[in-house]
């Protein structure tokens, strides 16, 4: 005959199907001797038989229920129904399968008229003794009645408001009665019998409704979604209660066995003596801290504490702990593994390593890497922030908190900064011409685009704070102002964004440098011994390049040149680039440029010494140099001695329907080689120089964007070798130089093959391979990517986490083919995933050599790595 | 010992890698019997040979040469140098792998002082022969003793000048003696040694200066770029030299063994007496009709007559063929494959058929379907072509010809057709609020966009004649005028575009239907018996379904709704909808929609009766169907009781940066349910009554665009799934329908195991699916697609022609993994390539059940399939 009773110590984990999630739980916690309320567990299997049965339970089990219930009582030395010391139970659904808040519970089951004054007595307390008897009817009638809540509200509110009473605490015991009595009569009302005042009559028809609760429609509707099967039952958990308000030697508490905060290894957390739990979240009496605990129940405080440490050893965590002490005794209601700060994760994980208690590996495997970037950045001081207002919710698109005086232009955030203050970019969205803008202010709002917008990527890159797509404001830029739903904000007044959690404030917020402990080195050290894939970085000048190398970037991943042409030095001579109608013109205009590009390259070669820096040929559409507005569009005209008319053709001319799938990388070297020529000439020369100079074996990787054709790449891989040697050979130099491509465009991918003839590198631009896989323009998409999100139609952005079913594949296919051609071709990652755990942790699987990302996730990186190696590796 | 020489008759075509390929064909020619004029060829082995020994020709070749000129001499009756009867030859290099221009020949060898005496008595034209001297010793001085031919212009020049002539035909025979003496000297002076007069001399000049030019630089960079090998050497042709100019049984002419222009089986061609193949080019006197040499020289005809049908015979196909007459005896010089119009290509093939020379398989090969398409649209007179002045060229977008007044906005074509002008629209580019404009005009000029852009996709569907993407013409829609180069164009004065050359005309040009012959649906018969592809058409409306019934077509592979949404009736319900806030306010406009919805439907299905329907669901973003500029969005406002403020923020923030990429398609079901809603209960609803009225058992196939996730469509499924069974339950109808998806996204195409379990069929879009595998904007990719083809990175334009390595790859993956979850899936192509012949060839290999087409292109796409059957059985 099958088992279907077990108390709590006959269980383990491994019973979970026939015990139950929940049932399973308890029984290991017994297990491993943490002193849990008694209980037992009527199996799973039992609640299909009582459907087998025909919705009856079999007179054997309520038989062996019974004989539980006795042992219960001579385990707890509490008696079921005893007006002396009365044993109540808590009686719990628990399936297999988690399905939270689908099935019943009842609380506080074996109370009555006579088990009542037990309860009053013992805890000198008949207010919370007949209050407790009040709600456990108006629970039971609910759950197993199936009378509804509010009948007994009413009943509840007629009284309070015959004696004048705004809530419940103040009915007196004389209330309580009076309302018990009239909940009994109106379950007489209702359902024609008396309420059951025989404590082993509520038990079973308790179980009974548990196990009906199985069935009821919201549970069925959750195993439907969730695809869980119908016919595994539910099992039953019938636990001891216990109560800290039984005088002086009962209390309550929760601890966490180290610090949540800052990770220091000791017991953190308060208790109240005489209490219940709800009083200490009430929040009425304050609560002592936990080590106060030793001076008023010593004997109690070591069990807590010789507990506490051995649990700590048993899940090998920081374990977060409710406890109860019942005249005494102490009892462990539930332990969890704690959530803790990045600061303390990172804290406890080296502590743990050290005191012998985890590897190094599960210490890497412990740290959210995401969380880690809040290490690197300010954020606001938490005081200040309960006090704020917010005004509105974007995406949190770059981590850090800023304040600072709104402006909506560019230029007027660049002024304010000259005045000496902290300025705010707000903009409906950014582009390049914003550039200065968003160096100078100390944050950037945006009301459109997404995670991989304009903004969201250059201010990640910049390690500046920024939320972006911010759909709640409205930008007036005409009006000087923007509104949100709650709130207008002119120009000039003072705003706070949170680039964490996209939140913005209105009014000035303090923010606070989080100080990096000690172990964040060790931890990282660590990680950097376990990884594979090397890291680098996205990094267009030298202050990006020197915060990177700060954090442990091991090379350039991806120098882009295109923001170097912004400048406004370099910006005229770009623009005179543009509307050149000849070569000649063009390559004078390209001259001009040449001094400052090299310039650019000398001082990254600088600070990046021999490591290696991979350097993107010019990529974005021209368009993107030139004013779209009339009136920039005239004064431009002056400056280059055009017409308007002239230069608006021209700049109508190279507008763009899809401007992402036009006129750009590769193709606009396909048609104004000159272009590539002068970039290639930079790089060589500041090569050159650098290595002359200062002697480092510089050994550029020049990277041509956009590629989709082997022919496109190999027409200009001649071209930019012959402009290198030519520069090599004049300035009398060897040098070792490699030319790759970008695998960013579908076709690249399909075609690595042909394309690995000639490339020697291939970096994978997953932004835009995403945009063309997928076919999502990163900058509208904003507008369904919720509803996806919600919807389910794909887990995560596939913008923040690479969509391995589809770009993934890609990515295996080009992988394959391009080893396949060259197997000794370095294949690496540059896009926006190269810092996102996930997807570093398919790059690795890949076989990727390398991911680069911007300069404030390269300790991200690093991390994320480890963990992938570790992972991988299983 | 090797043979290095082969006399005509000893070769065949087999012997083409020593003998080149003109030599084989030489060769070849002599073997099936045709009377070539007599000749040898030095193998390309010699010429190797040549190079081995020092760039000399060996002694016991020299001797070998001179046998078979001996044995030429036989054969002609005709002696080297003599001056009564002289041998001419001609020496002309020819290697294995044709190499056009590259290497050197030398007419008229053998001329001297002695045998220029002999020709012009022979030809009783002393300045013939004199000026044929005269050309000889310039071209052997230039090609043989690398003279500077400017130099003998000079002295020519010299000539004409003092005897104040403005021609070279007005030089008399003193002149050219004069001018011969002065070509010796100047010979004589820059080589220092004497104009070689002794033939023998001059032959094997001229056969060392052949060997030479094989390795001359302009050789060997045309076998660099095109990858020949270096070491093939040429071989070498001597051959006689036929004068048609030698009295009355000479002659020359040229003639097509059938009609090039109708197809009719009867010589077409004509011939002058005594004249050498110039003077037919020069045209000074007027050549006479082929059938009269029967007249003049019976035996002559009688042989022509019987050799062209006997060549006919051998190539098995019409020959185009040039003839030289001397004295009495025939000579051919060239025959090859004739060039023809479409009628006369289809009427010569199904007679060829009928005559039993070539089987209905070889027939259908023989057209080019790209041809059959001129049939089926107006073209321009000829004479009045001939007339008119071309001002700019564009792309051929959509064939036909039309001529109209021009018009720059759709309104004002709309108001001109009103009052019964011809108008063409011209704008720099076409959007989908020009549809009407599109419809009521004759013919339409763009500025800007490819072969696949708005206009050109539109206008293909419609069957209008179209020129796209005219970069000359400069639209000044504010000074109602546009320019090009040349002209200048003022609203409502004539143009003609000529939608199969892209050339514009400026005036009105007469315009001819072609007759389709009977021969025509004879040849479309048999291909429709062979093809194993479906051909359906991609159809909007009940016009377009009518003319592709007409056509041949077998079903809708594509029926876009949105362009339904155009008509001005209905836009303003559209609007209505697109500003709705609430989703009560968007289904009050939608069901105002329905009706018009359901009533295309009607008249669709009404047309097509049983054959199959795919209607693909609303794809185009929601701005689309908003105006931009802000007057019109003044007026919108007014007429929907809008604030102009609100209504433009509305516009602002429905724009993209990117629309291809954006928020359309099966997006916007996700994100608005209650369109597709709508769409699909007119589906249904028309469905039914068609039903019930005309009793015509239609099942509608309804199509999800840019499905890029297989949960995207599970859940417009099902929204489809609920409409549709709603419909029919309460149309009280049983009705078969299917739901399936466009493969247009490349993401859907590598995930198409999963889309496949749910979905009933495919369809491959892939204009779209082109533009995100390539990233390449169909709008914005014409600045570069030029370059792109100049530089050969593509053969042909991936718009035109599938790109087979990059999208073919991605179609071939969805195929089978589509076949692979539902073997008995659906699959087509519905994109502009459904109606490319060598795309189709593509998709009858893939193993696609259908193509669909505009209705202009069925009758391509039936021939095309058959083509592709026969060639890929093979």
Chains 1, 2 share one sequence.
């Not at 506490?308 to 002490?325: A, C, G, V």
């Not at 396949?820 to 071709?825: A, E, G, L, M, T």
């Amino acid at each position: 005959m099958k088992k279907y009773l077990y108390a709590f110590e006959e269980g383990s984990k491994e019973l979970k199907k026939i015990l139950g999630g929940k049932g399973a739980n308890l029984a290991e916690m017994k297990k491993i001797g943490l002193p849990v309320p008694n209980g037992y567990t009527i199996t799973a299997e039992a609640c299909i038989k009582y459907y087998d049965d025909g919705e009856k339970i079999d007179e054997k089990l309520i038989k062996g229920i019974f004989e539980r219930l006795k042992e219960l009582e001579g385990k707890t030395g509490k008696i079921f129904g005893d007006n002396k010391n009365p044993l109540l139970v808590s009686v719990r659904s628990g399936a297999a399968i988690s399905m939270p808040g689908m099935m019943d519970t009842i609380l506080n089951l074996g109370l009555n008229d006579n088990s009542v004054i037990g309860v009053s007595e013992l805890t000198n307390n008949p207010r919370f003794a007949y209050d407790s008897y009040r709600r456990f009817i108006q629970m039971f009638s609910d759950v197993v009645l199936n009378i509804s809540k509010h009948k007994f509200d009413s009943i509840l509110d007629s009284v309070k408001e015959r004696e004048n009473l705004s809530s419940d605490p103040e009915l007196s015991v004389d209330n309580l009665k009076e309302i018990i009595e009239k909940y009994k009569k109106l379950v007489k009302k209702e359902t024609k019998i008396d309420f059951p005042v025989d404590p082993n009559k509520q038990l079973i028809m308790a179980i009974e409704s548990v196990f009906e609760s199985w069935n009821n429609s919201r549970a069925i509707i959750y195993r439907n979604i969730n695809e869980i099967p119908h016919d595994m039952g539910t099992a039953v958990n019938i636990q001891e209660m216990v109560f800290g308000n039984m005088g002086d030697t009962s209390g309550t508490g929760v601890a966490f066995t180290r610090n949540p905060a800052t990770g220091e290894n000791k017991f953190f957390g308060e208790f109240l003596l005489n209490a219940q739990g709800e009083d200490v979240v009430a929040g009425i009496r304050t609560p002592k801290e936990i080590n106060e605990l030793e001076n008023v129940l010593p004997e109690v405080y070591n069990d807590f504490s010789t507990i506490s440490r051995k649990l700590e050893k048993h899940y090998r965590d920081m374990q977060d702990i409710e406890f109860t002490i019942e005249r005494g005794k102490l009892y462990f209601l539930q332990t969890r593994t704690a959530k803790r700060t990045a600061n303390a994760a990172i804290n406890i994980a080296v502590d743990m390593v050290e005191e012998g208690m985890i590897t190094k590996e599960e210490a890497i495997l412990r740290i959210n890497p995401d969380q880690i970037e809040q290490l690197l950045h300010p954020t606001f001081d938490d005081a200040a922030l309960k006090e704020s207002q917010i005004i509105a919710k974007g995406l949190p698109a770059s981590p850090g908190a800023a304040t600072g005086k709104v402006y909506f232009t560019s230029e007027d955030v660049v002024e304010a900064k000259a005045r000496g203050e902290k300025a705010i970019l707000v903009r409906v969205e950014t582009s390049p011409e914003d550039i200065e803008g968003m160096v100078s202010g100390e944050g950037i709002l945006t009301a459109r685009g997404g995670m991989t917008s304009h903004a969201a990527v250059v201010a990640r890159g910049m390690g500046k704070c920024c939320v972006a797509g911010c759909g709640d404001v409205r930008v007036e830029t005409y009006n000087s102002l923007f509104k949100t739903a709650n709130a207008v904000v002119n120009e000039g007044e003072y705003i706070s964004i949170d680039g964490n959690t996209g939140n913005v404030y209105k009014g000035e917020i303090k923010t606070k440098e989080v100080a990096m402990s000690g172990n964040f080195g060790t931890l990282m050290s660590w990680a950097d011994d376990i990884r594979r894939l090397n890291i680098r970085t996205n990094a267009d000048n030298e202050r990006d390049s020197k915060t990177a190398i700060k954090f442990g970037a091991e090379g350039i991943g991806l120098c882009r040149t295109e923001h170097m042409f912004f400048n406004e030095e370099r910006i005229f001579a770009v623009r005179q680039m543009i509307v050149s109608t000849t070569i000649e013109q063009r390559k004078i205009a390209l001259k001009k440029l040449l001094p400052y590009q090299k310039d650019d390259f000398v001082s990254i070669f600088n600070v990046m010494k021999e490591l290696p820096v991979t350097i993107r040929l010019l990529d974005p559409p021209l368009h993107e140099f030139l004013p779209s507005e009339d009136e920039d569009i005239k004064n431009l005209a002056l400056e280059l001695g055009m017409e308007f008319n002239n230069l608006k053709s021209i700049v109508n001319e190279l507008r763009e329907f899809n401007p992402m799938l036009g006129h750009r990388g590769v193709r606009l070297a396909v048609t104004y080689p000159e272009i590539y020529e002068m970039q290639v000439k930079a790089i060589m020369l500041a090569a050159v120089e650098v290595k002359k100079k200062n002697g480092y074996d510089i050994k550029p990787e020049i990277m041509v964007p956009l590629v989709g054709f082997n022919k496109e790449f190999t027409i200009i891989k001649k071209l930019i070798r012959e402009t290198a040697d030519e520069i090599l050979k004049e300035e009398n130099m060897e040098m070792t130089y490699k030319i790759g491509t970008m695998i960013e465009v579908p076709r690249a991918a399909l075609t690595a093959d042909e394309i690995a003839k000639e490339a020697e590198f291939f970096s994978f631009g997953t932004n835009d391979l995403t945009q063309m896989t997928l076919g999502f323009s990163r900058d509208d998409s904003g507008k369904f990517i919720p509803e996806y999100k919600k919807k389910e139609i794909f887990e995560s952005d596939p913008f923040e986490t690479i969509d391995q079913d589809g770009v993934g594949q890609l990515i295996k296919i080009a992988f394959e083919k391009g080893k396949k051609v060259r197997p000794d071709i370095k294949i690496g990652i540059c896009g926006e995933h190269g810092g996102e755990p996930k997807s570093i942790e398919f790059c690795d699987k890949v076989g990727l050599k390398y991911v680069s990302c911007s300069p404030y996730r390269v300790p991200v990186a690093r991390l994320a790595a480890a963990q992938a190696t570790i992972k991988n590796k299983k």
